[in-house]
């Protein structure tokens, strides 16, 4: 069984930037890829980011392109996320998520953290 861990979620005003971290711990680690989900009050999980594990090639939403960038440490099994001009549209619980095999459809996602909470006021 992993575990995944999200950290580094709070309360901001449009502009500012927060980093994510979702650490991985448990049996040995050895997914595909991980990805950042999030969901807004009344609305569906949407994928966010997205890396692959092994080289980092990277999928980013439209809506994130160029504001957010998400990153991963293999040797301490953490993936983040660095989210950049935050706007209220950001405000949503994300989640982060492993997948061993795919990885740009929610169905891949097999293990998923419980979830950090991103308020972004105007």
């Known amino acids: 069984q992993v575990q995944l861990v999200e950290s580094g979620g709070g309360l901001v005003q449009a502009g500012d930037s927060l980093r994510l971290s979702c650490a991985a711990s448990g049996r040995t680690f050895s997914g595909y890829a991980m990805g950042w989900f999030r969901r807004a009050l009344g609305k569906e999980r949407t994928l966010v980011a997205a890396?692959?594990?092994?080289?980092?090639?990277?999928y980013y939403a439209e809506s994130v392109k160029g504001r957010f960038t998400i990153s991963r440490d293999n040797v301490k099994n953490t993936v983040y996320l660095q989210m950049n001009s935050l706007t209220p549209e950001d405000t949503a619980v994300y989640y982060c998520?492993?997948?061993?095999?795919?990885?740009?459809?929610?169905?891949?996602?097999?293990?998923w953290g419980q979830g950090t909470q991103v308020t972004v006021s105007s």
């Open positions: 998520a492993a997948s061993y095999s795919g990885w740009l459809s929610t169905r891949s996602y097999r293990d």
């Open positions: 890396i692959i594990r092994r080289d980092g090639t990277t």
